[in-house]
Each structure stands twice: as C-alpha cells, then as structure tokens.
C-alpha cells in the first residue's frame, strides 16, 4: 500500500448511476499511449502493463473517448497477453473509496470531520504516547496523525519483496509467510501503537496506512456495517462498477486475471493468491481499469459527494501540497491531476484525472517493484500535456 500524489447530495444505496455517455470505440493497442506505458513496464521492470484513458467531451455531444493499450505479458508461464478486463489488486487507491464512505456520512451530519477517534472508538488508541483523544477523523484522512504505519514495521504483511527479503523463509512472521496470514485490524493497530507517534497530531505530514485501518472502524461503529459493504451500497451498486471487489480473506482474484510479481528479476515469486486481509481499509480493493476511470470521473464530475465535502477531499492545505483526503495531487506542466497510487505485494497500479474529472487515465503494472519516476510523469505529461519527453 504505497504512499505517493455542484452537487448537492452524495448519492444513497441504490440511487441510480450517472446518466451514461455516449463512447467510441476503443483502439485494442493505442500507438501513443503504448508508446509511453512500455518504458515505464521497462523500467519498473514489470512482465505486463496495461492503460486505459478516457476524455469525456463537453460540447453538446457529452461523447466519451477511450484509449487503451498494453504491452508484456499478463502470465510469464503462458505468455497470455493483458487484458483490459483483467481484474488487479489495486493497493492504497483503496483510500479514495474509504475516504468518499467517511465525506458522505459526514454530509449526512453522522459524524463530523473534527469529531476524535476517541468519541467513536473509546480507549482503542492508546499507549506509546498514542492517545485517541487527540486524534481527528481529519487528520486520519490527511496523514496528519504521526500515527506510525504497521507497514513500516518489521515483517509487515504484504509489503513487496526486495533483494534483503529472502523468497523462501520458514522463519515465523516473515514477509513470504505473511502473504497467507489472517490480520484484523485490531492486530494491524498493535503493530503501530507499539511505536510513538512520530509527532504530534496535526502538527506535520506522513503517509501512514494506520489511518485508513482507524476510519475502517470508524465507519462500522458509525453504520453498523464494514466499510466494504458501505463501499459496496454506496459506490459500487450506484456507479455499476462490476469489476470492483472488497476480498476481506478470499486469496483469490476474480476473472479474468493475470499472475501478480515480486522481487527482482530473475528471482521474482508468484504472489497471486494472497490473503488481503492486511491491507483492509487502506488497500485491499481489486478492481480493473474500466471501474477506476469510472469511479475517479464519477468522484470528481461530484456525483458521489456534495460541493463542501469534495472541496475538503481536494484541499491540500495540512500536507503543504502532498495530499488530500484520499486525493493526491500532480502537478504537470500544463495542469494539475488528482487520483491515487497503490502498490501492494505483486501490482502496483494508479489514476490520474483532470479537476473536471473529463480526462482520467489509469495504469498498472503486474509486478510492485518500484517504478522510474521519469517514465511515470512522461506517462502522465504525454497523456494530460501532449508533451513528448526523452
């Protein structure tokens, strides 16, 4: 789960999802947008990459354009090629949906931003200098806690391999034995309160995926019900995002689908099967490309949140610039995009859209290790800028 960048009511269960636009076709292998994906599958280095874009028009044709494009292999097995179906698990843009959940129960005044964790999970937060009481749902939702990342920790569960991190290991708590290991988020809590804070609240910025595990709970004790099944009636049902799942402990990934890659070649290790359940609020989501387009337009365009609470995901003021709520920003040359980046044991996958939520472009990788910057932003320049870059 990797760090980085008018409406008047939120949608309920079951409201209808947006109008739908008319679209063109999509090329099956886009020339340009292939052009930039492969260095960047090159560089990581990935076996498979896969992008899609779409530009929604806003003359009175509301016509949708979609752009796909894919190189490498989905499965270095079978040599199966990626598919734009194929379903990924998509790591911490799991945050952008936990965050939409807790700014719709908050227009829905059954919490408040500023409300402590305290008040809704009395004596849950303590310990090392922790304190509950003096946390914010705000400061969860922008990284301004300093609560540390269970992630960060020795032998935390799902965190890519690296060339220190031996492929096969029989000791206990490992990071190859973590991949089927159970977590609540009550143990992921441990983890982190075990350290102190790494400063105090609101005082400074770090990506922690503690978080997220913290407003996890704080939507079931608000709701009654898991932040998934929330996401689900929420999100999910009204958007018809039929590719997008919450796992919990399933190991599985839904089909079509590739295999997903560790480590560093030539030892790298097939993770496919892996029990999600330590990455649960902040990063467990499997989706495909099509949904993420579909879910970040809808999110931006402000079919899922009213204007103040959209307005508070997008304000960057507390990170200095690096974050949101469950939104990081990019700049780029010609404008500023919004989305999220995830990387999780064997994929690593990311969206980027215009303010207006009209352009949106979303890739992935089929392997977590890291990706090269420059290939990344000439992704996102060439997409968004119409800039070649060497």
Not at 2 to 27: M, V
Not at 131 to 157: F, V
Not at 300 to 305: A, E, M, S, Y
Request: with cysteine; hydrophobic share 30%.
């Amino acid at each position: 789960m990797a760090a980085p960048p008018p409406h008047t009511a939120a949608p309920g269960p079951g409201s209808s999802p947006p109008t739908g636009r008319p679209s063109s076709p999509s090329s099956p292998a886009h020339p340009s947008l292939r052009a930039s994906l492969a260095p960047l599958a090159h560089s990581a280095p990935a076996p498979g990459a896969a992008a899609l874009s779409q530009l929604t028009t806003t003359d009175p044709t509301d016509r949708t354009t979609r752009r796909y494009a894919a190189t490498g292999t989905a499965d270095t097995t079978t040599n199966r090629p990626v598919s734009r179906k194929d379903h990924f698990r998509i790591g911490s843009l799991t945050k952008s949906f936990t965050a939409v959940v807790v700014l719709q129960l908050a227009a829905e005044h059954r919490l408040t931003l500023d409300d402590t964790v305290e008040h809704h999970l009395p004596g849950l937060i303590r310990g090392h200098g922790n304190d509950g009481r003096d946390l914010t749902l705000r400061q969860l939702l922008t990284h301004t806690s300093g609560l540390y990342a269970y992630t960060d920790a020795p032998g935390a569960p799902l965190t890519p391999l690296t060339p220190l991190t031996p492929l096969t290991s029989p000791t206990p708590g490992s990071r190859t034995t973590s991949l089927d290991r159970h977590y609540t988020p009550t143990q992921l809590l441990r983890i982190a309160l075990a350290h102190r804070p790494l400063f105090p609240p609101g005082t400074d910025w770090s990506y922690s995926n503690t978080n997220y595990t913290v407003l996890g709970l704080v939507i079931e004790k608000v709701t009654g019900r898991s932040y998934a099944e929330e996401a689900r009636r929420r999100i999910i049902t009204p958007l018809r995002l039929t590719g997008t799942s919450f796992p919990g402990t399933d190991r599985r990934l839904p089909t079509p689908h590739g295999r997903a890659y560790s480590g560093t070649p030539p030892s790298t290790k097939d993770v496919t099967e892996i029990d999600p359940s330590g990455a649960g609020a902040a990063g467990e989501a499997i989706s495909t490309l099509d949904d993420l387009n579909r879910f970040y337009a809808a999110l931006l365009t402000g079919d899922l949140l009213p204007a103040p609470q959209l307005a508070a995901m997008r304000s960057t003021r507390s990170s200095d610039g690096a974050y949101g709520m469950g939104l990081m920003p990019t700049e780029l040359s010609c404008t500023t995009v919004w989305g999220h980046t995830g990387r999780i044991i064997g994929s690593y996958a990311a969206t980027a859209a215009t303010a207006d939520g009209h352009h949106v472009l979303t890739y992935r990788l089929n392997s977590d290790h890291p990706t090269d910057a420059r290939r990344e932003r000439a992704l996102l320049e060439g997409e968004f800028c119409g800039r070649k870059q060497d």
